[in-house]
C-alpha cells in the first residue's frame, strides 16, 4: 500500500509503512539558514520537523498552487520531515509497473529531475504515480538538494 498525493501536476507515492500522519494546512515557522526548499518547521506533539516544498526542491512550477496545502509525516530511520503536498489522491494497493531505470530514457523536464528519488511507477486511476524511494529523498534533503 501507498499514500499517492499530488505536487503540481505530479503524482508521487510513498510507503504507507513511512507515513506517520497528514495534516491539513499547518501553520510552517520560517526557519532562517536552511537551503530554500525547506519552507519551514512545525512543532508537533513537542518535535521540531523540518518541512520540505518538493516544488523548490525539484524547481518544479508554482502554477496552480493550491490555498489548502497538506503535510505529510515522513520517518525513514531516525530522520522524520515532512512534505508539502496540493492533494491526497488517497491510499493504494499496487503491484509495481517495474523498476524506474524502465521509463528513465523517457523521462524529461520535471520528471528528469525527480529521477534520483524514484524507486518504481505504478498506475491508478489513470494516472502514473511515481513511488519515491524515502532514503533517496533522505539523502536528497541531507545533500541539500
Not at 512550477?61 to 497538506?70: C, F, T, V
Not at 520528471?111 to 536528497?140: H, M, N, Q, W, Y
Request: net charge negative; hydrophobic share 40%; aromatic share 6%.
Amino acid at each position: 500500500m501507498c499514500i499517492a498525493f499530488l505536487v503540481g501536476e505530479v503524482a508521487l507515492g510513498l510507503k504507507i509503512g513511512c507515513v506517520r500522519e497528514i495534516i491539513i494546512n499547518k501553520e510552517v515557522s520560517s526557519a532562517p539558514g536552511f537551503p530554500p526548499f525547506i519552507k519551514g518547521l512545525i512543532n508537533r506533539r513537542g518535535e521540531i520537523i523540518p518541512i520540505c516544498d518538493l516544488r523548490k526542491l525539484f524547481l518544479l512550477d508554482d502554477e496552480g498552487l493550491s490555498s489548502e496545502r497538506y503535510i505529510i509525516i515522513v520517518e525513514s530511520g531516525q530522520n522524520k520531515y515532512g512534505l508539502l503536498a496540493d492533494e491526497i489522491l488517497g491510499s493504494i494497493s499496487y503491484t509495481p509497473e517495474g523498476d524506474s531505470s524502465a521509463f528513465e530514457d523517457d523521462l524529461e523536464g520535471v520528471l528528469a529531475r525527480l529521477r534520483p528519488i524514484v524507486s518504481t511507477f505504478l498506475k491508478s486511476g489513470g494516472r502514473t504515480v511515481f513511488l519515491i524511494d524515502e532514503s533517496a529523498l533522505v539523502g536528497r534533503l541531507k545533500g541539500g538538494g
